[in-house]
């Protein structure tokens, strides 16, 4: 009796007691969920140490190419540095996507090659590697014969759910053993995006005419000793410049169009595209006649390169890379009727990325329209509309470097009068003395 009377709950009311009641079942639930939660924690933990790895060698290999699109603006550049956390790539998020969907143990066994090496922010919508990646096929099947497509892994999807937004797989095909991405490509093909601006487009039409043919592009490109490249021969099949459709860009100003050009090689050099525009963003301000373009393939007259800056990395695409005898997949079903293909889906997912870009294009593109027509007041005392001013605007030339950039100069000194970097021959003698020292270094201390 003096037990029950010593209770706090003696002096309760009936209300209070029901509350504290309410209070002590809330508490016993919520221990009660928190114990169920470790228990199916802990029971996953375990089925997840009992699960047995992942036995790659139960099923075949077969070698396949994959057409990759990707935007280069976040990237360090296509070619992985073997340092994701600190310099990423495309490539590297590439392989750690093979290798999640267990498609392939290591890069290093996959016999990987690339068609080519896409810098810093460049992007690409057609670049294309090949490698060996795991069948759906096990080595216990008697059949020689590799699997169809609709019977295959589906490689795209795979791959896509594994990837960021700004890198897809487009496409696969099976391809021969002795196929290589980079040599087996017969043309490349890349784009340029630009604003008309004051330049004169038929001008760069005509310095796009010298760049076509087989010539040295030694001038247009960045030399690397260490690479021992033994020709800067290249062949520019084609070079055209052309409006971009579809944009309408009147009510900003002028010379807001928009134009591109499209150029054909077999093959590139590092920085080739981005010095070759450089120089056509000179010619079409008139800065420099076309001809420029014939005299610095010319390598008998203009043996190495002048000093003038790469244009930018933004604009420029990978647009193609071309291949004989390559079959594209673009669905799981391969030929068959399939309701929801993996092209629909990388459709849907683009336009979904097109439509944050162009809304925040147009949000932009509204500022400009109203800004322009701010008035501001000349030395006359007279005013002007923004846009008034900038139409009539005079003063020192402006470089167009590409993506919105531009250089003043308060004078222009032509290509050709501007100092010039050591030739390819003395770069290398350079590189060579330079090794030689660091070797000797290296055996004076060992």
């Not at 003696?10 to 969920?33: A, C």
């Not at 139960?58 to 699109?69: E, G, N, P, S, V």
């Not at 099976?174 to 630009?194: H, L, Q």
Request: proline share 6%; charged share 30%; hydrophobic share 30%.
């Amino acid at each position: 009796m003096s037990d029950t009377m010593d209770s706090p709950y003696v002096e309760y009311t009936r209300e209070q007691l029901l509350g504290r009641i309410y209070e002590l079942e809330t508490i016993l639930k919520e221990n009660n969920l928190e114990t169920q939660k470790k228990s199916k924690t802990s029971k996953r933990e375990r089925m997840k140490n009992k699960q047995r790895p992942f036995d790659m060698s139960k099923y075949t290999q077969r070698k396949i190419a994959l057409r990759i699109a990707y935007i280069g603006w976040d990237y360090i550049g296509f070619a992985t540095q073997h340092d994701e956390e600190r310099v990423p790539t495309v490539e590297g998020k590439l392989f750690k996507a093979l290798v999640d969907c267990k498609l392939i143990t290591s890069i290093e066994e996959s016999d990987y090659t690339r068609c080519g090496r896409t810098d810093r922010g460049v992007s690409a919508l057609g670049q294309v590697i090949a490698l060996k990646v795991r069948s759906k096929k096990l080595i216990s099947d008697p059949n020689p014969e590799l699997l169809p497509p609709e019977e295959e892994i589906p490689y795209i999807d795979s791959l896509n759910r594994m990837l960021p937004p700004d890198i897809r797989v487009l496409a696969w095909s099976p391809v021969d053993e002795e196929f290589s991405a980079r040599f087996s490509c017969s043309s490349r093909t890349y784009k340029y995006y630009f604003t008309k601006g004051r330049m004169d487009i038929e001008k760069i039409r005509q310095g796009c005419a010298y760049f076509e043919g087989d010539h040295d592009f030694r001038n247009f490109c960045k030399l690397d000793p260490s690479k021992n490249v033994l020709s800067y021969n290249r062949i520019i099949k084609s070079m055209t410049v052309k409006p971009v459709p579809y944009v309408e860009t009147g009510g900003v100003g002028d010379g807001t169009d928009f134009y591109e050009v499209e150029l054909k090689g077999t093959a590139f050099l590092w920085h080739q595209v981005r010095f070759m525009m450089s120089v056509l963003f000179l010619v079409g301000q008139g800065l420099e006649p076309p001809e420029i373009i014939r005299d610095l393939v010319d390598i008998e007259k203009v043996s190495s390169k002048p000093d003038f800056p790469m244009a930018s990395d933004l604009p420029l695409v990978l647009y193609d890379c071309e291949f004989k005898d390559i079959n594209w997949t673009y669905s799981f079903k391969g030929d068959k009727y399939d309701p929801f293909p993996s092209c629909l889906r990388t459709y849907y997912h683009y336009n979904e990325a097109w439509t944050v870009q162009m809304i925040r294009s147009l949000t932009y593109q509204a500022y400009l329209t109203k800004v322009s027509q701010f008035p501001m007041v000349m030395a006359d005392q007279s005013k002007r509309t923004v846009l008034e001013y900038v139409k009539n605007i005079s003063g020192p030339p402006t470089i167009r470097l590409g993506g919105g950039k531009e250089r003043r100069n308060l004078s222009y000194k032509s290509i050709l009068l501007r100092p010039r970097s050591d030739s390819d021959e003395l770069k290398k003698e350079k590189y060579e003395v330079r090794k030689k020292r660091k070797l000797d270094k290296e055996l004076e201390e060992a």
